[in-house]
């Protein structure tokens, strides 16, 4: 049987190697705009450091 504190001690140990990327954003293919929600994030002074773009299948729609 695996001890779950080594499991946990080597999640942490094995996430602290992953260099934090800063506030992202997942936003669809289809919606919205990724330009104008760009533009409407800087006049807000926010700065995703990465977006995650996905695309919904046509019945999620």
């Known amino acids: ?30 919606s919205p705009d990724l330009f104008e929600l760009v533009n409407a994030l800087r006049e807000r002074g926010l700065q995703p450091g990465y977006f995650e773009v996905f695309k919904a299948t046509t019945t999620a729609l």
């Open 1 to 30: 049987m695996v001890d779950p504190g080594l499991v946990q001690q080597d999640f942490q140990r094995r996430l602290r190697s992953i260099p934090p990327l800063g506030m992202g954003l997942s936003v669809d293919v289809y």
